[in-house]
T-cell receptor, first 111, second 119 residues
Framework: DAKTTQPPSMDCAEGRAANLPCNHSTISGNEYVYWYRQIHSQGPQYIIHGLKNNETNEMASLIITEDRKSSTLILPHATLRDTAVYYCIVRFRSGNTPLVFGKGTRLSVIA | GAVVSQHPSWVICKSGTSVKIECRSLDFQATTMFWYRQFPKQSLMLMATSNEGSKATYEQGVEKDKFLINHASLTLSTLTVTSAHPEDSSFYIC???????????????FGPGTRLLVL
């Protein structure tokens, strides 16, 4: 699976949009981009995933660049409860391939 | 999204005893489940892949005789930490993938984790 690079930490003001970047310059054509987050002392929570088109759900939006070498997760109106470690993971669409976690980005939402 | 449960949520045991952790997929069937371990201030580390009806596949450096995995049904996998020692104290998290196809097949869902403290 391709490696990802994320900033170790970010701050965001409550109510503002949080934009979390991820670089995956070695991504291959069949690899998906997944985003998960882990709130302290909990299991990871699935947020969103995509292949090449932008995706949006009730939690967030995922913007993937045209060359697919980077992506941005957008939390449109961050709240204090969004404080967590956010993981960007690239993975093949294969039934038995597990997610491999990097260090992620620690997002702190500040009141 | 799909729900994965774990039991117990936390356990304290004496050194040398064995501890069993259960992982259940509540509203979907999972032919494959994964077990992770997380130490304080570190990321999740994959321990093993659990396949229903067959032997688990362990990651390099994970002792299969110490961490026994059983995946007896499509909704249940268990991890038994045998002869636990203080260095086994960690946060154990299971994960499952919906095996019924569709977009859900692409998504891996995680349990809430089990915190183990070995005294």
């Amino acid at each position: 699976d391709a490696k990802t690079t994320q900033p170790p930490s970010m701050d965001c003001a409550e109510g503002r949009a949080a934009n979390l970047p991820c670089n995956h310059s070695t991504i291959s054509g069949n690899e998906y981009v997944y985003w998960y987050r882990q709130i302290h002392s909990q299991g990871p929570q699935y947020i969103i995933h995509g292949l090449k088109n932008n995706e949006t759900n009730e939690m967030a939006s995922l913007i993937i660049t045209e060359d697919r070498k980077s992506s941005t997760l957008i939390l449109p109106h961050a709240t204090l409860r969004d404080t967590a470690v956010y993981y960007c993971i690239v993975r093949f669409r294969s039934g038995n391939t597990p997610l491999v976690f990097g260090k992620g980005t620690r997002l702190s939402v500040i009141a | 999204g799909a729900v994965v449960s774990q039991h117990p949520s936390w356990v304290i045991c004496k050194s040398g005893t064995s501890v069993k952790i259960e992982c259940r997929s509540l509203d979907f069937q999972a032919t494959t489940m994964f077990w992770y371990r997380q130490f304080p201030k570190q990321s999740l580390m994959l321990m093993a892949t659990s396949n229903e009806g067959s032997k688990a596949t362990y990651e390099q450096g994970v002792e299969k005789d110490k961490f026994l995995i059983n995946h007896a049904s499509l909704t249940l996998s268990t991890l038994t930490v045998t002869s636990a020692h203080p260095e086994d104290s960690s946060f154990y998290i299971c994960s499952a993938r919906d095996s019924m196809g569709g977009r859900g097949q692409e998504t891996q869902y995680f349990g809430p984790g089990t915190r183990l403290l070995v005294l």
